[in-house]
């Protein structure tokens, strides 16, 4: 054998695989994908991300939100600022999505203000399973629909509207652990008579506004991840961008059996955590 390619040969068995590297590639792959399905079923990435960065990457609880708070913003932000250069009708559901935030941000600190509330509470299981039916009960109405058959109920517009609907969907979503989306969007369709991709984008809105203090704040108290948030951004604003260049062309019918889908994995992921962590509890007080 020729002594260069035994060397040759020996150099090729010394290499190894950049796990690092390969982490990060799988994190933005995993951001992308998760923030564009996220994004058209109008509800916040990090619900869907932060599980997947303590599954992938091991990271706890804390970490994890932190990380992905910064990542949904990135996503909803892309998703709306990219929507709207390139359709020019944002800025009456920029008010609208100004209106359900502050809402919904004075329902949330109300009613945990008046009752305090367990989030691991095995009840809580109760409401995310309701919030499940409403899902089905979108789902069946949209597959159901015809051009002659409107999903609407009734409708307004008012400044007023939109704040108490924001105040009962902030309160209702702080005191049941259910998403804020899951309740935004459906009333936002049936209620304020808005499309689905416009209900979408509103969604998105208060999204990209609810994540603007809590990212700063995660960020200033160094919680985000320093070796992946960076990659967990990427594919944030990866998935913001193509979700803009998608949704223009997705049909309303298809917009709105995506959030019915999405929203059910996750309110059966929230019902399986809560039983592991009653489980847990359970077995611990046995011990």
């Not at 159901?144 to 939109?162: G, K, N």
């Amino acid at each position: 054998m020729n002594p260069s390619d035994d060397g040759k040969n020996r150099g090729r068995r010394r290499r190894t695989l950049d796990i690092t590297r390969i982490k990060v590639v799988v994190v933005v792959l995993t951001g992308a994908i998760v923030g564009l399905l996220s994004s058209l079923a109008g509800q916040g990435s990090q619900l869907a991300f932060s599980p997947a960065l303590s599954w992938m990457l091991g990271f706890k609880t804390e970490k994890a939100h932190a990380t992905a708070m910064r990542y949904a913003l990135a996503a909803a932000l892309t998703a709306v600022i990219g929507f709207g250069i390139k359709n020019h009708v944002i800025v009456y559901l920029l008010q609208y999505g100004v209106l359900l935030f502050a809402g919904a941000t004075f329902g949330a600190l109300i009613s945990a203000a008046l009752v305090k509330t367990d989030t691991e509470a095995p009840s809580r299981s109760i409401f995310q399973a309701a919030a499940m039916f409403l899902c089905v009960f979108v789902l069946v109405r949209t597959v159901r629909l015809t051009p002659f058959d409107q999903p609407y109920f009734t409708h307004w517009h008012s400044s007023l509207a939109f704040l108490g609907t924001g105040f009962v969907v902030g309160a209702i979503s702080q005191l049941t652990g259910i998403a804020s989306g899951i309740l935004l969007y459906p009333a936002l369709i049936y209620l304020f008579a808005l499309t689905a991709r416009d209900a979408v984008i509103t969604s998105l809105i208060v999204v990209a506004l609810a994540g603007i203090l809590p990212s700063w704040s995660y960020s200033k108290r160094g919680l985000i991840d320093a070796q992946y948030g960076g990659a967990a951004l990427a594919g944030g604003l990866a998935g913001g961008v193509i979700t803009s260049i998608v949704i223009p062309n997705i049909s309303e019918k298809m917009l709105l059996i995506l959030f019915s889908l999405f929203s059910m994995f996750l309110c059966a992921r929230e019902m399986a955590r809560i039983s592991s962590s009653t489980k847990s509890q359970s077995n611990n007080l046995k011990i």
